[in-house]
Every structure is written in C-alpha cells, then in structure tokens.
C-alpha cells in the first residue's frame, strides 16, 4: 500500500538534507546531469551541467563540477541585468573539474550546516504531524472515495 503523506513526508525531510548536505533535490542527487551539453537562450545554462549539485555519479567517480572565473552581467534580461555563465570567449565563468572530492565536500557542508538540516528536519516533522491532525477529516473523506473506487487497498492519504 502507498501513503501519500508520509512519502511526502520523507521527500521532504530528504530534500532538507540534500539540498544542505549537496546542493540540490534528492532527484538531482539521484538522476545526476541527465543533459550533458549546455542549452541555448536565455536560460540554457539551467539545462546542462549543474555544478553546485553533487550527484551520486560524482560520489562514486570521486570527481565532480564547478564554477571557476566571474559572473557576466549584462542588460539581457529586464532592466537589473542578468548575471549568468558566459557563453564562449574566456571571460565570465566556466564548468571545471573541482579539485575537492565530493565526500570531502560533503562532510564540509556537514559541518557547515547541521544547524540548518536539524532545525529544517525538525520543522518538517513538526510541520507534517500539524497537518495530519488538522486534514485528518478530509482525509478519512478521501480515503473512503478511494475504498469507493477500488482504490483503497493500494493507495491511501
């Protein structure tokens, strides 16, 4: 049987330790760069490599990506300008092989940031028991429907 509340539950208790301990969601963790090359426009930077993400590839290669040189700022989006990765010439930054193993990156963020993943937990856990007790109706309601529909037996709130 799946329960929609505590696996999201545990996503999210997830996510506050990754995005500390990693630098990003567990799916980005998980799946890694699944775009391997750079995307064009305005936001293609977004589409390839993320190198502030260490990634369980990474991990086990005890290799991983960052950025080296300075932001490029310009006028491009709005009028505040964009700051953003350069797109060629050998000014603004560029995706490196960082020196840093990845594990020693982590137990850095660790340190860094166990303040933030116990509060962050905390909150979560606190936050998610709040919600089954205000929802509990609604959800008695819900899961009847889904018993109504055959549904019951696989899948509850």
Known sequence: ?????????????????????????????????????TGTGMYGGLMGPQPGVITIKEMLTGSMNTLQGTAVTGGAVGTSGYTGLSSGSGQGMSIVTSSTHPLEAISQNFQNNLGNIVVGTALTTAGFRIANKVLRKPKTKMNKLLRDFGLGSTVQL
Request: net charge negative; proline share 5%; charged share 10%.
């Open 1 to 37: 049987m799946f329960r929609v509340m505590p696996a999201l539950e545990a996503y999210a208790v997830a996510n506050v330790a990754t995005q500390n301990l990693m630098g990003g969601n567990p799916i980005q963790v998980i799946l890694g760069d699944l775009n391997t090359s």
